[in-house]
């Protein structure tokens, strides 16, 4: 059995990718969270991004709320918009939690 913790998106990503901050907007404009994993620079060295996804280019993005795996970055973002984007179709597990502070009127 295994058990997870924390944000339910895993976001495969490299430093300095333009495709993967393409991705990283889409993530903060709908306020999701997501834990990062930094692949190897090296693209024959990205076993564990292969192994999840089957390929070695990044972004790369798994939501296990929707049980969806996906690489592309325009993909990625069609389907974070659909997904949790205004007209979307799920409440977010993943949307960080709104500030519940009272009295502010
Ligand atoms: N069409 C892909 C391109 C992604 C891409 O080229 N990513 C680079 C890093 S910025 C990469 O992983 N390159 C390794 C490779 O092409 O195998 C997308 O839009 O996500």
């Known amino acids: 059995m ?3 913790s924390g944000p339910p998106i ?3 990503r490299l430093q300095g990718c333009p495709y993967c901050e393409r991705v990283t907007r889409a993530l903060d404009e709908y306020d999701l969270e997501y834990r990062s994993r930094f692949v190897e620079p090296m693209h024959s ?3 564990v991004v292969k192994r999840v996804a089957g390929v ?3 972004p790369v993005v798994v939501d296990e709320t929707t049980g969806v795996t996906m690489a ?5 973002v069609d389907y974070l918009e659909s997904t949790y984007g205004e007209n979307g179709r799920l409440e977010s597990a993943a949307r960080e939690p709104e500030s519940t502070a009272e009295g502010d009127d």
């Open 10 to 12: 895993t976001f495969y």
């Open 2 to 4: 295994s058990e997870r």
């Open 45 to 47: 060295d990205r076993d």
């Open 56 to 58: 070695r280019t990044v």
């Open 72 to 76: 592309e970055s325009a993909n990625i």
